[in-house]
Every structure is written in C-alpha cells, then in structure tokens.
C-alpha cells in the first residue's frame, strides 16, 4: 500500500502516455530508453550491467530491494541504468550477506526511480507499441515541462554508447603465470564474464574499446574476446574495423550480445533495432549443432539480420536460433575460430545452461 506521506514522482513516455507513482532513490529528473526485464531475481546485477546504460529500466518482478544490496553482486563499479520502474520498492532487507539497503544505494548512487506503479501495464503497453524514450521526474511534475525535457533526449537507434562505459585505461584479470592470453575488448564488460575466463585459467588484459588492432597485437594475445555493452552497434566503426583486422590474424575470437553483434557487423551482416528486445532469464534457445535447448539470460535490443545471415551459408554457419522469434542468438565463421551468441552464457544470475561456450573458447586458444 503507498504510504499517505510519500513523494510523487511521474513516468512520462515519448508518446505522451504517463504514470504517477512513489519516488524512490535519489530525488531528480531522469530519462532514457525504457526497457523491461522479467528476471525474478538479479537487480543489482543489472542495475550494474553496463549494457544497461542510457536506459529506464522496468522490474516486472513486484518485489525490488528485498535483498539488499551487496559489493560482491556488482557487474562493473557503478550503477549503470538510467533510471529504475518498479511496483514495490523496498527498504527493509533480509539477506545475511547484504550489506546496504537500496535506497541508500541509489542515493549514494545517484539513481531516481519511481514505484508504485502498475508495472504490468507498463510492460504490456512497450511490448504492444515498442522501445520508446521516457522521463522519471519526483521534482518537475508538470507534464508539458517534462515532456520539453523528454523531446531533448537521443534516439538509441544510431547511439554510439560502448566508448562511454568503457575502461579508460587498460588493466589486467587474473594470473600472470597463466598461460591462455585473452585481450578483451571492453565495449562495456560484466565483470562475471571475465571471472568466466579467469576460472578456467585464462590471464586477461581488458582494453579500452577503442584501441587500434596493432596496440592489442603488441600484448600478444592467444585470442580475443568482444564484450557485451550498451548502444547501436552499426555505429561502431572503430569496433568493426579493429573486428576485421583481428579476423585476417586468425586468432581465437569470442563475441558475447554487443560483441556477437560487431562480429557480424565484421562480417557485412547488417544489425537492426528489434520492437522491444529481449531481457529476462529464461529465454530459450535451440542450439542447432547439439540440437538441445538451453534456457538463456538475455538482455539485448538490437539483433542481427537473420535474412541476410542466411545468405552467407558458405562463409557462416547459424548455431543458435531464439525459440520464442526465431531470431539469429549464435554464430560461427566457417574456417575460423571465431563464434559469437546474442545471449549471455555466464548468467549471472541465471541458468548455467551455456557456459559450455567458455570451455569451447578457452580450448581454442
Ligand atoms: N547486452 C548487450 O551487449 C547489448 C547489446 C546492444 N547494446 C543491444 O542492446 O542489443
């Protein structure tokens, strides 16, 4: 039930369509891509999963924060959405390991959010209409005032946002004594990828998504990994250019949701927006080669062209098919070590169903 004394805050969308609700986290004004994710459990790793970045994004789990937060569930070193939806935001905890309760998080985080609405309704209207930008305000509450703000914000059709997440400088993962050399392309990396390749006795140097082919080249690596981030990948030159340059060398290349999609970007196999993309963790998928399914952890809006990827039967061969839309979730170049998935195998949270891929890629190097 809403407290009586609680601070308003409204959710407008682009197409003029608004919710009043509780303000939760820190009190502002805040805007981006709205998106959902229907995990049950996960929050804080996807509040800090940096694909996540430049978008509002809405819980349908009913309870957020019940769990407090903890230092050991992060996936980068900061709060990355825009802003959070939800139906019941929660102060009091109950979790041993928890060490702050989600309200103190985001304010020290800075993160606005807006509770209390009828987040169902919400996510049946962007599942009928598509991705939209929206607006949370718990300061401006007047409509029109909030919609100027809204009009100002970019289209995350053509965004170039990987450059913005990435590490600034590069840094090491791992043991030196390893001997598997992986040079990561950080476009926005969760950091339970890399303890993915760091398990299986892998030493990584993480760098800026930005660095050209011949600086990577210099460190030596046995093989490259392309991280998941945030943003169009079609505006990616930088990526796609260094993709191509890393392909002609030969190596072992693994390519994870952003990563898969610059790899086909490399490849001439055009990316799209998707109506309002995938998110959650419990996405099925058919692996075409084993011929099994594997239930997946998602997050993604943008895919790549299926079409047109099936025209290339004889340079690349599809691994992987979304069992829900039959759109494109893996890949693999013939003749090359090189593969890819739209999904996220290491699933943190979620089922381990694909975390085979790490051992196929480690075993390549
Ligand atoms: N998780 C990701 O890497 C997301 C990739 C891309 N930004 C998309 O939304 O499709």
């Known amino acids: 039930m809403v407290n009586p004394t609680y601070e308003k805050a409204i959710l407008l969308l682009e197409d003029g369509t608004f919710y009043e609700g509780k303000a939760c ?3 502002g ?3 981006g891509e709205i998106c959902f994710n229907t995990g049950m459990t996960g929050y804080q790793e996807i509040f800090t999963d940096p694909s996540y970045y430049g978008q509002v994004l809405v819980a349908t789990n009913a309870h957020i924060g019940n769990y407090g937060t903890s230092t050991k569930d992060i996936e ?5 959405i825009a802003g959070l939806v939800c139906k019941n935001f929660t102060n009091d905890y109950s979790r041993q390991a928890a060490d702050l309760d989600l309200q ?4 020290d985080e800075g993160v606005v959010g807006i509770s209390d609405v009828d987040t169902r309704s919400i996510v049946r209207y962007i599942r009928d209409k598509g991705a939209m930008n929206a607006i949370i305000s718990s300061v401006v509450l007047d409509k029109d005032e909030l919609m100027k703000e809204l009009k100002k914000v970019p289209s995350m059709d053509g965004l170039e946002l990987a450059s913005v997440v990435s590490t600034k400088e590069p840094y090491f993962v ?6 598997k050399r992986i040079a990561v392309l950080d476009y926005g990396t969760k950091v339970k990828i890399l303890d993915c390749f760091t398990e299986r006795g892998c030493y990584l140097k993480v760098f800026n998504a930005i660095t050209p082919f011949e600086e990577l080249e210099k460190w030596n690596p046995d093989g490259y990994f392309l991280s998941n981030g945030p943003g169009d990948p079609a505006a ?3 990526a796609i250019e260094t993709v191509k340059k890393i392909l002609e060398k030969d190596k072992p290349v693994f390519g994870i949701c952003l990563g898969h999609q ?7 196999i055009p990316t799209y927006k998707m109506h309002h993309g995938h998110r959650g963790i419990n996405h099925p998928v058919l692996n075409l080669i084993s011929t099994k399914g594997e239930i997946t952890s998602q997050n993604h809006g943008f895919g790549v062209n299926a079409e047109e990827l099936e025209k290339r039967s004889d340079d690349i061969l599809i691994t992987h098919k979304n069992l829900n839309d039959n759109t494109i979730e893996g890949m693999k170049i013939k003749g090359k070590k090189a593969f890819s998935v739209q999904y996220h195998p290491e699933a943190a949270p979620g089922p381990h169903d694909s975390r085979y891929l790490f051992d196929e890629f480690v075993s390549l190097l």
Do not use: H
């Open 104 to 107: 103190q998080y985001f304010e």
């Open 236 to 238: 990616m030159d930088y």
């Open 174 to 179: 791992g043991t030196p004594d390893d001997e």
């Open 262 to 268: 610059i790899l086909a970007l490399a490849m001439d």
């Open 29 to 31: 004004t805040t805007s």
């Open 76 to 80: 980068s070193n900061r709060v990355q």
């Open 25 to 27: 986290g820190k009190k």
